[in-house]
């Protein structure tokens, strides 16, 4: 059974990137999984990812690229306040300007630069550099 289905797929993207994979699998597909991929997939840490739907329940197929270092989920789900972003920035991210963090807003899935130049904030979600 699982607990938590991004824990799961980061995991997944995060150890397949540091063995080799070109591509990898993540079953089952949810919309907020795709939305992180598509993030993912904006500021070029994967390649592509498509939603394959067969006889059984649809999945991600993932294209990889060797560009992640290192990803994981934030739990708990910290809800930041536009003003207070940087303080998680340099908790989790290595570097200034170096990595995202991903945040779910009411503007939709996005990372914390979007959500500055938009002025929102939201829950953390997962950090990627």
Request: glycine share 6%; net charge positive.
């Amino acid at each position: 059974m699982r607990h938590d289905l991004l824990n799961d797929v980061i995991n997944q993207l995060k150890n397949a990137s540091k063995v080799g994979f070109k591509s990898i699998e993540i079953r089952p597909a949810s919309r907020l999984v795709g939305r992180v991929l598509k993030v993912m997939q904006a500021y070029s840490y994967i390649d592509s990812f498509e939603v394959v739907s067969g006889q059984e329940s649809p999945f991600f197929k993932v294209l990889l690229n060797t560009t992640i270092n290192n990803c994981g989920v934030i739990k708990p789900r910290f809800p930041v306040k536009m003003v207070d972003m940087e303080k998680y920035e340099s908790r989790y991210l290595p570097a200034q300007d170096f990595g995202i963090l991903i945040l779910s807003t009411t503007r939709g899935v996005m990372s914390h630069l979007e959500a500055r130049k938009s002025g929102v904030g939201g829950r953390l979600l997962a950090f990627v550099y």
